[in-house]
């Protein structure tokens, strides 16, 4: 049977690129709070990843009609690009990993649950778009746990799923990705290791990986 061959590399961005949950969180209490809501935040890390939609469910809206919840998304996504323009930073090691694949010559895209103004805004104040082939939103598509992001990111790049990378720090992120039949390093940066023993390699923040055992996930 063939090896398997690193062709490509797919990275979620929340919580990958940059530290975006405390944004993401705060905004999310802030319209709650503003509309009257009750912000239920027992399972937050727990939905970390998922579609605003089905995350606006999960923490005390989902009993409103689905077009106030789409007017509760639109608000908080601007209350979220507002603040993340002045906040956004890279995750140690993000910035040299993108680096270390563009030299090697390695597809990259992104694959995000959140909306493309979102990305746009967080790519901008990264300065990171360039290294991107294929950008896609998961906001439409069926949320992760669901593999179909990474599908599609994969058809856009012309590979084969067990021939690409999938970089993800959400529980159902991981879930996704071995889903679609991927390869999988997890970094700790919004949940503990031992949640994210399901990947194929855990670390603590992407300062930790060493290209030797990238290498080795694909031997």
């Known amino acids: 049977m063939d090896k398997k061959r690193l062709r490509a590399v797919i990275w979620d961005m929340d919580g990958v690129l940059l530290d975006s ?5 705060d905004s999310w209490r802030l319209v709650f709070k503003k509309h009257g809501l009750t912000f239920d ?3 937050l890390t727990e939905i970390f990843g998922m579609t605003s939609g089905q995350v606006v469910r999960r923490i005390g809206a989902g009993h409103l009609p689905d077009e106030e919840i789409a007017r509760l998304i639109e608000e908080k996504d601007l209350v979220f690009q507002d603040w993340i323009k002045k906040e956004a930073r890279f995750l140690p090691g ?6 270390k694949f563009s030299a090697g010559g390695l597809p990259q895209a992104l694959a995000s649950s959140s909306s493309y103004d979102s990305i746009d805004v967080i790519l901008g104040a990264l300065g990171a778009r360039h290294y991107f082939k294929v950008i896609l939103s998961g906001r439409d598509l069926p949320s992760k746990p669901d593999p179909h992001l990474f599908l599609q990111a994969a ?10 990378l999938v970089i993800e720090d959400a529980v159902v992120g991981v ?3 071995k889903g679609a039949g991927m390869t999988c390093l997890a970094v700790a940066t919004t949940n503990h290791i031992e949640a994210l ?5 855990v670390r603590g923040s992407l300062d930790d990986v060493r290209y030797d ?6 031997n």
């Open 21 to 25: 949950e405390h944004v993401h969180f």
């Open 41 to 43: 935040d027992r399972s």
């Open 94 to 99: 993000a910035r040299e990993w993108l680096e």
């Open 155 to 164: 058809q856009r790049l012309g590979v084969q799923p067990e021939e690409c």
């Open 175 to 177: 879930s996704a990705a």
């Open 197 to 201: 023993r399901a990947a194929n390699l």
């Open 213 to 218: 055992e990238i290498v080795q996930l694909f």
